[in-house]
């Protein structure tokens, strides 16, 4: 962990920190397929049905998605939706 989540750690928990990078990894993800797809965010948004401000907080982390919203995006960037408990530090793809 870096300096700053070591600190942050320490007022908040271990897994409040855990769970923030977690995101990150997810919106990383998401932002990732989309521009290998070469989708905007509007584009991503109009196929998931959801709003393209919603994108675009996922991901800026802004905010923690649904499970149902991201099965939406799944399915709209053709990926699978796969929960199997790794955590490749590594992979910043979703499915393939």
């Known amino acids: 962990m870096t300096d700053f989540f070591n600190r942050y750690a320490q007022i908040r928990g271990k897994q409040q920190v855990q769970s923030l990078q977690l995101e990150g990894k997810i919106a990383a993800q998401i932002k990732t397929k989309r521009q290998h797809l070469q989708l905007s965010q509007q584009q991503l948004a109009d196929l998931a049905g ?30 699978s939706f796969i929960i199997d408990g790794t955590n490749d530090p590594k992979d910043t793809t979703v499915g393939s």
């Open 50 to 79: 959801v709003p393209k401000s919603t994108i675009g907080r996922i991901e800026a982390g802004l905010t923690s998605p649904k499970v149902t919203t991201l099965l939406r995006i799944s399915q709209a960037l053709n990926t």
